[in-house]
């Protein structure tokens, strides 16, 4: 069974940083790309970044590159997302997700909640 | 890249069929045939239901099935039972620059 297990939320102040992890299992996790989807409220869901099997490419929405970096340790089936400079417009629900690019995105973990707010 | 459109809320009564629709561009839904759909209950992750436009992954009833003509992908789920009360949303892949665009969300109620 795949699952997928995301932590690291919390509540940090604008411009703050945090970073999140996931662990995967139940599944060969060097075979497939992984991404991140986060969904507030307000704007529903939106894809934040994703990343190839090896790590060499990586692909980031607009409104986060230069501040948020994706990364994954294959040896520990774990997928990482750094976020720095945060805003208040990035507090989310943020779910980590199985990816087979170009699609669909499979299967998702729980989600760990990020707040922003001074 | 803008969300895909979708109706804020679809309502049925059970047995009957309700249809979502998916409205995007050029450069999203009419450009590929991955659109993808997901369900979701209130504090859950989404489910995928279908891919691929039509495609159901195992385990997915058959009374929920998807279609794309131009710019305007949708979800029918026939034969509406209780437990399909929940929130639905498509999703499109856009290319290798804006990736995956999703639906605004349509809340799917059974009378």
């Known amino acids: 069974e795949v699952q997928l297990v995301e932590s690291g939320g919390g509540l940090v102040q604008p411009g703050g940083s945090l970073r999140l992890s996931c662990v995967a299992s139940?599944?060969?996790?060097?075979?497939?790309?992984m991404t991140w989807v986060r969904q507030t409220p307000g704007k529903g869901l939106e894809w934040v970044a994703n990343?190839?099997?090896?790590?060499?490419?990586?692909f980031y929405v607009d409104s986060v590159k230069g501040r948020f970096t994706i990364s994954r340790d294959n040896a520990r089936n774990l997928l990482y997302l750094q976020m720095n400079n945060l805003r208040v417009d990035d507090a989310a629900v943020y779910y980590c997700?199985?990816?087979?690019?170009?699609?669909?995105?499979?299967?998702w973990g729980q989600g760990t909640l990020v707040t922003v707010s001074s | 890249q803008s969300a895909l459109t979708q109706p804020r809320s679809v309502s049925g009564s059970p047995g009957q069929s309700v249809t979502i629709s998916c409205t995007g561009t050029?450069?999203?839904?009419?450009?590929?045939?991955?659109v993808s759909w997901y369900q979701q209950y209130p504090g859950k992750a989404p489910k995928l239901i279908i891919y691929?436009?039509?495609k159901r992954p195992s385990g997915v009833p058959d009374r929920f099935s998807g279609s794309k003509s131009g710019f305007t992908a949708s979800l029918t789920i026939s034969g509406l039972q209780a437990e399909d009360e929940a929130d639905y949303y498509c999703?499109?892949?856009?290319?290798?620059?804006?990736?995956?665009?999703f639906g605004t969300g349509s809340k799917v109620t059974v009378l």
């Open positions: 997700a199985r990816d087979l690019n170009p699609s669909p995105v499979d299967h």
């Open positions: 139940g599944f060969t996790f060097t075979n497939y790309w």
């Open positions: 990343i190839k099997q090896d790590g060499s490419e990586k």
């Open positions: 050029s450069t999203d839904v009419a450009a590929y045939n991955y």
């Open positions: 691929e436009v039509n």
């Open positions: 999703c499109s892949y856009a290319g290798t620059y804006f990736y995956y665009v």
